[in-house]
């Protein structure tokens, strides 16, 4: 089993869970947080003794050790600048929804994966509720 470096950018309530979980994943080497509230930070810090703690993602980004980066933070308007910058370094991104608040992010952010030859994938967590599963089936029909 290959561990990683993982990164959690972003650890308000969603971030926080993804933060605790890879704390105990077998799969995850080492942790790191960064989160742009001190108080927040402390909290997460004691939760899951990360290898790094940080106020700057800049700093996950700087760190060629980390592979893999979640990034879960608000507003939706920050996914896409800091998934670019973390692609561009050759991080492999888990990013929350939405992907982008524009088309033409969402393609920067496919064409960075191209360029880079690392992985996006936008956590959806509603991907197989009913309601979604039906919108898919009306447009498959279309």
């Not at 700057?56 to 600048?81: A, G, K, L, W």
Request: charged share 20%.
């Amino acid at each position: 089993m290959k561990q990683v470096e993982a990164a959690v950018i972003g650890t308000g309530w969603c971030g926080g869970i993804r933060a605790e979980t890879l704390s105990r994943s077998a799969l995850v080497d080492k942790l790191h947080i960064c989160e742009i509230r001190p108080e927040r930070l402390a909290e997460v810090k004691a939760l899951t003794k990360p290898a790094t703690a940080t106020l700057d993602y800049q700093d996950i980004i700087r760190n060629d050790n980390i592979s893999v980066v979640y990034i879960s933070t608000t507003p939706e308007s920050n996914h896409f600048p800091i998934a670019r910058d973390c692609l561009r370094a050759g991080k492999n991104v888990l990013l929350e929804k939405p992907m982008a608040i524009t088309l033409d992010a969402c393609s920067a952010m496919v064409d960075a994966c191209a360029a880079a030859g690392v992985h996006l994938i936008v956590g959806h967590s509603h991907s197989f509720d009913a309601p979604i599963l039906h919108l898919e089936d009306i447009h498959a029909a279309h």
